[in-house]
Structures are given as C-alpha cells and as structure tokens.
C-alpha cells in the first residue's frame, strides 16, 4: 500500500479535533512529498541537521515538529524552520530555544516532554519535576517562548493497562497544570501523546496530537 493510502485511512479515523503530525524522520524528501501531495503539512523530525535539509529542500508551508532530544547547541540550527519543540526537558534548553527566538523575532512554540514510560533510556521531565519548573519564576520571564501543552512517548507495549494508565497519568498532570500555571491561558491546549501502535488509545485518553512514523511511511530505512 501506498503513502497516500495509508494516510487517507487514518485520518478518516482521526475525530477532527486531533491533529496529525507524520513522523518522517529518515525518510526521503520524496517520501514527504507524496504525504504533502494528499495535504498533510504537519511533519515531525527528531535530528536537527535533517530538519534543517528538509525544510530547506521542501515547501514552505509545512509545519515542522521537532520531537527527539535537543541539544542547546542545535537549537539555532532548526529554530528558523520548527513551528513546534515538542521535547523541552529542561529550563536551561527553554533558555536555548528563547535566545534563538527573540534573534529571529518570532514567539516558539513548545511542549514539555515527561518521562512517564518504565524504561530508563527516555528523556523527559518526570511529572514532579515539571512542576518544580512551572512552580519556578524563571520561564515565566522568556517571553520568546510559549509552553503549548504537554508530550510524552508511552512504554514501549502491548499492556493497554499499563499504556492507559500512563496516558490518564499524562491527562491528570495536563489539568492540573492547567489549572495551576495556565489558569487564563486559553493556548495551553496540546496533548501529544500517541504514535503508530498506541494512538487510538492514547486519543481515547485526551491526546489531541499524535505523532505517526510507520503507520504513514512504513519501516524506516535505517535509525
Ligand atoms: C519516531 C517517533 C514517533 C513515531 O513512531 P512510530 O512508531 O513510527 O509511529 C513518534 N514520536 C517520537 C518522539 C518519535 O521519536
């Protein structure tokens, strides 16, 4: 089966109000291009240097994502490009992407990325450290950067009581973050969470974006 097709299926079972963001970290340009051709202009890469090629060589209404580990370091690299951080993890990256931001005058969005998965290897701010951050004064100053929501990756299996439970852990942390440090901010509204063998669950627990790879664009070529 085609990209096209696969795509077409699953945004028709997508309720409207997710949004999709195809994962097409590793893939080639002309991969994207064939998603972009059906519409889809959300696109999520996790390697700074690749989304820089990519949004160098592709149109210029695509929306990129950045969703792997970012290093300080890169930051400067893809802020000219990226609509949306999703792997904050740490107040001094928030600094990073802010610096980058007021220099190129534009106002970034992006999520803070928990650690809510058993295994030990994903980043991510675990919930208590989350909030000691937004508890903090110090991101309330960068006013270059706007916190959208939250994201996660799930554990990696099959035990939907155990990915639901992690989903509802993520939906519980977003209210009450809400509540808590966005009490009058109407644009802290994104829940990432979901990817190709968990997003009907993760949406079934609040997520209104997921980030789909090998659903879309099949295996990836090389990780
Ligand atoms: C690769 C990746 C995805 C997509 O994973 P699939 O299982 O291919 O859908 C989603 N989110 C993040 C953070 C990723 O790194």
Redesign the pocket.
């Known amino acids: 089966m085609s990209i096209a097709t696969h795509l077409s299926a699953i945004r028709r079972n997508l309720p409207p109000t997710v949004e999709l963001?195809a994962?097409s970290?590793y893939h080639p340009e002309a991969d994207l291009r064939e998603a972009y051709a059906q519409g889809q202009r959300d696109f999520?890469e996790?390697i700074a240097q690749e989304l820089h090629r990519k949004a160098q060589n592709l149109p210029p209404d695509i929306r990129w994502h950045f969703?792997?580990h970012l290093q300080t370091n890169k930051v400067r690299l893809i802020a000219p490009h990226v609509s949306l951080i999703?792997?904050v993890d740490s107040i001094h990256l928030l600094q990073a992407i802010n610096n980058s931001a007021l220099n190129l005058g534009k106002t970034q969005d992006c999520l803070l990325q928990i650690h809510i998965a058993r295994e030990q290897t994903k980043f991510g701010l675990t919930p208590s450290d989350c909030l000691s951050l937004l508890d903090g004064s110090e991101w309330r100053n960068l006013t270059s950067v706007r916190i959208r929501g939250l994201?996660c990756?799930a554990t990696n299996t099959s035990d939907t009581e155990q990915l639901t439970a992690e989903f509802n852990q993520m939906q519980t942390l977003f209210n009450t973050i809400q509540t808590r440090h966005f009490p009058s901010t109407s644009s802290f509204n994104l829940r990432s969470w979901g990817?190709?063998?968990d997003?009907p669950l993760a949406i079934e627990c609040g997520s209104n974006m997921v980030?789909?790879?090998?659903?879309?664009?099949g295996p990836?070529p090389r990780q």
């Open positions: 963001v994962v970290k999520g996790n969703i792997g999703h792997s994201m990756i990817m190709s063998d997003y980030r789909i790879g090998t659903a879309i664009f990836r």
